[in-house]
């Protein structure tokens, strides 16, 4: 059944909501990546609670001019008012006022949100009009989605992306460097408001398939998740949106495959799984990377520690080390060095007096910089350098583990 909906046979419908979805994805993981180089994810919280009094105020309007209030294009222009009004309020509060744009993220989305329920609660009573399922646009509803509605979804988030991809240069730079954005030439409070307005459209096109409420996700987590998979912004664009779009088109198949799962929740949970392996396994920046290279730091120090102890003729104590000399085939079990271990012992503590020596050379300073107690004295300077270095401690020259 997974299998159909992946490949896309199962029925008109469920095509439909899968491809919308995965477009929606795209253009919701590609906008969302500007809003979190810029610091400003919380923003897509408040525009997205502050689409429902618009969601409510234009299907009355649509009922009062003599329709059911159920079309899908005027439920999304009358979200679209209502975010973008919500959006000037956090800006004139931030810009006018004391408070921290965080502040005003939560005036206005715990107020407009307040406003929205109300509404709904009014519609509710309503004699006219076709409330039923209204509520279904807080957390998305696919059900029944005609081809109109599917159509303008699809359009919404190709327009989107296209304008993402347009605008990508400045919305970059603002992102990373603001001032000296400014310095170039380039306006960065209406590269700013573009920004906002571009993640507006996005939530107002997501409303049918993840709803107001969960959009959110998916202009969050893919970014987030990109993150760990490199530190080029471009590529994190990339990443971010083809992650958006799995999620869309997977968590709508799943959906399509278990028909009493609701869409929108499953593709947040799609997009949450791809977070969590990327969390875990992504090479350079997952949990097990980090883990891995602890353990391999931990390892140099023991075997340092191990080295020198056995060069100045002291006891080793440590289980751990004595272990880990023995893998190395430089101890025996008891701790007795073999003759590989006191060789590469009177090396460590010669490249210890050689470290010394650098620190005291002020021909040397940028390189003593360079000294973390496990860095190899050969990879920061030449044979020349070490010779020299080497007939101010005296001794044996040229010492080779």
């Known amino acids: 059944m997974l299998l159909d909906a992946l490949t896309l046979q199962l029925g008109y419908n469920a095509t439909l909501v899968a491809i919308g979805a995965a477009l929606l994805g795209i253009s919701a993981g590609v906008t969302g990546t500007f809003l979190f180089l810029r610091k400003r994810a919380l923003v897509s919280d408040a525009i997205s609670h502050a689409t429902l009094p618009g969601v409510g105020l234009a299907f009355i309007v649509m009922v009062w001019l003599g329709g059911d209030g159920r079309n899908l294009a005027g439920l999304m222009l009358g979200s679209a008012v209502s975010a973008w009004l919500g959006l000037l309020c956090v800006q004139s509060i931030t810009r006018r006022t004391r408070l921290a744009e965080d502040a005003a993220i939560g005036a206005v989305l715990s107020s407009f949100f307040g406003l929205g329920v109300v509404l709904l609660t009014v519609i509710q009573t309503m004699s006219s009009g076709r409330q039923a399922g209204l509520d279904g646009l807080l957390l998305g509803s696919t059900a029944g989605m005609l081809w109109q509605d599917a159509a303008i979804i699809a359009t919404g988030g190709a327009v989107t992306l296209a304008l993402v991809l347009l605008l990508r240069r400045p919305m970059t730079l603002v992102a990373f460097d603001p001032e000296y954005a400014r310095a170039a030439g380039v306006n960065t409070d209406r590269v700013d408001m573009l ?3 571009l993640a507006l459209a996005v939530t107002v096109v997501g409303l049918k398939i993840v709803g107001l409420i969960l959009i959110v996700a998916l202009l969050i987590i893919p970014p987030v998740t990109a993150r760990f998979w490199t530190d080029r912004s ?5 990443i971010s949106g083809a992650l958006g779009g799995i999620s869309g088109f997977v968590g709508a198949a799943i959906s399509a495959s ?3 799962l609701p869409t929108g929740p499953i593709i947040v949970l799609t997009c949450f799984a791809l977070f969590v392996f990327s969390l875990f396994l992504a090479p350079d920046r997952g949990v097990l990377a980090a883990y891995l290279r602890h353990r391999s730091f931990q390892k140099k120090v023991h075997l340092r520690q191990g080295l020198l102890a056995i060069a100045e003729h002291q006891p080793i ?4 080390t004595i272990r880990l000399l023995a ?3 430089l101890a025996r079990r008891d701790g007795v060095p ?3 271990g006191t060789a590469r012992a009177a090396k460590a503590l010669r490249d210890e007096r050689r470290w010394q020596v650098v620190h005291t050379q002020p021909t040397y300073e940028a390189i003593s910089s360079l000294y973390d107690g496990l860095r190899e004295i050969e990879s920061v300077l030449t044979a020349d350098q070490l010779a020299d270095i080497d007939e101010v401690i005296g001794g044996p ?4 583990p």
């Open 327 to 329: 893998r190395e085939g």
């Open 317 to 320: 104590y440590e289980p751990l």
């Open 195 to 197: 920004t906002m307005a």
């Open 258 to 260: 278990a028909p009493a």
């Open 338 to 340: 073999t003759a590989a």
């Open 397 to 400: 020259k040229g010492v080779t």
């Open 234 to 238: 471009e590529r994190v664009v990339a």
